[in-house]
């Protein structure tokens, strides 16, 4: 059964274990923060791999900036980033995503992510198409801002090293790694990168355990 101490304890032996293995991650690979927010919505559902491909044809374009995203009709955007998969829904999402900065911040991200984290938070996830990991990701990565970021790996993970008793939903997870790890943008990406890490290349759907940096750890591979 799982106890608010042991939870600690595990949180920071994982984080702490996984950056010594690992080192830093340098997470998210993008060259600006538009970037950033392009990427958080293209990779859902799909592998990055993908994304870098719908990426580089964006940039190809010319149309890695709000007005230019704003101007390219849904069609010929989501052309662009076919390569991303679920490719016209993505579009809306983009377009949706455009419009309200433009129209609402001036085409600022740092306005849209202005004032406090829970605020910024709610602006995002009133945008279609705007989930908790992906607007998550978009305050940690894209703003700066010390926000947890959940996800399929994270889930997995704790389930298995016996952090929850069965199931938690998305914000039970972020409130209690939020709860543990100090509010450092730094620790909190590097923490989620990691997690992602030692998720693709250990803690998959068959967990491959061996040479995994916490396979000594409590855990059990078939959860």
Known sequence: ?????KNNRGIRAIYDTLLAAYGPQRWWPAETPTE??????????TAWTNVERAIANLRGADCLTWPALRAISAEDLGELIRPSGYFRVKSKRLKAFTDVICRDFGGSLDRLLDGGIDAARERLLAIHGI????ADSILLYAGGRPSFVIDTYTHRLVRRHFLI????????????????VDPDTGVY????????????????????????????LPHDETL
């Open 1 to 5: 059964m799982t106890t608010p101490e």
């Open 36 to 45: 950033v927010v392009i990427g958080a919505i293209l990779t859902q559902n």
């Open 131 to 134: 989930g908790p990991e992906t």
């Open 165 to 180: 008793d069965g199931e938690a939903d998305y914000e039970s997870l972020r409130a209690m790694f939020q709860a543990v």
């Open 189 to 216: 990406n590097e923490y989620h990168a990691l997690i992602v890490r030692v998720g693709k290349e250990h803690c998959r759907v068959r967990a491959r355990c061996d040479g995994c940096p916490i396979a000594h």
